[in-house]
């Protein structure tokens, strides 16, 4: 029997993809989710972090989705949110 393309082959675990990308409240502008991840994230200048205009257009990358997920894993107050589909 043929799984995954490889006889016998068991079918590993399923990337969920990120559709949506939020910021809650209690931010501390500490800059790491923009360094982490600039196409999504930015922190204007005496402002809280956010998620960029057009930021959407980046979740198709595999890289952008796996470097949301480390700012969110990495956040020091854990504000940043995403869904998954």
Request: some cysteine.
């Amino acid at each position: 029997m043929l799984r995954n393309g490889v006889p016998g082959a068991i079918p590993g675990p399923v990337a969920m993809a990120i559709e949506r990308v939020w910021i809650i409240e209690g931010c501390i502008s500490c800059n790491l989710c923009e360094d982490l991840c600039n196409k999504v994230f930015e922190v204007p200048g005496g402002s809280t972090s956010r998620v960029r205009k057009g930021y959407v257009q980046h979740l198709n990358d595999a890289d952008v989705e796996e470097q949301v997920r480390e700012a969110a894993d990495s956040c020091p107050v854990e504000v940043i949110q995403y869904e998954e589909s």
